[in-house]
């Protein structure tokens, strides 16, 4: 059982590239996230989703995209990266029923050049 | 809006003695409310959460808070520090759905 992974677990891009960062979860949760901290502004919820299928957006969600096509797997995009989504990335998932507790990925830093 | 703040981004302590995390609420329904821990280069974990079953909540680790309405209040205290409660702390709330708002953390530095 290995809960929440992440990959990569760092990557270097230069601006206007593109990239896709992958959490994977194998606690048959229901719901996923996607946060960004930030020195000073602790997690931010990028997207989230619900279910298979399902996405919606969180707080700072402009500059990402996400998809969620198998329940295991949350793929947060970055179309053209800018110096402002140089962060680590946290993914977390969190089961159905009741007030849960969320599980967290070990994370992603990300340095856009 | 829910929300909560940390007062403190930084707070140091010397090995025995009394930690206290300050974690203030704003929320219009009885909240749920969380502290998370981070340990250097990982990832958050879960250290006690308050579902309005009872106001003193016990934590991993030794780890507690209580839940004060009147003061809307959830600060988290530990008797004894030791070296690896050197961390960062987080206050969160929950806005439903299972989604959280963070506070911006808190560092707790631990000296021998």
């Known amino acids: 059982n290995a809960g929440v992974t992440q990959t990569p677990k760092f990557r270097v891009l230069k601006t206007g590239q593109s990239m896709t960062l992958l959490c994977a979860q194998d606690m048959n949760h229901e719901y996923m996230y996607w946060y960004r901290q930030d020195p000073g502004m602790g997690l931010r919820l990028i997207h989230y989703?619900?279910?298979?299928?399902?996405?919606a957006k969180g707080e700072v969600p402009d500059g990402y995209n996400v998809s969620r096509l198998k329940k295991q797997n949350f793929l947060l995009g970055l179309e053209s990266a800018a110096p402002s989504q140089t962060s680590v990335y946290f993914c977390a998932s969190s089961p159905l029923a009741g007030v849960e507790t969320q599980y967290f990925g070990p994370g992603t830093r990300l340095l856009v050049l | 809006a829910q929300s909560v703040t940390q007062l403190g981004s930084h707070v140091s302590v010397s090995e025995g003695a009394l930690v206290l995390l300050r974690c203030n609420y704003s929320s219009s329904v009885p909240p749920y409310l969380f502290w998370y821990v981070q340990y250097p280069n990982q990832g958050l974990q879960l250290l006690l959460k308050y579902t309005s079953a009872a106001t003193l909540v016990k934590g991993i680790n030794g780890f507690e808070a209580e839940f004060k309405k009147s003061e809307t209040s959830f600060h988290l205290t530990k008797p004894s520090a030791h070296m690896s409660d050197a961390a960062e702390y987080f206050c969160a709330v929950s806005l439903g759905f299972q989604k959280l708002v963070f506070g911006t953390g808190t560092r707790l530095l631990v000296s021998p």
């Open positions: 989703s619900v279910g298979e299928g399902t996405t």
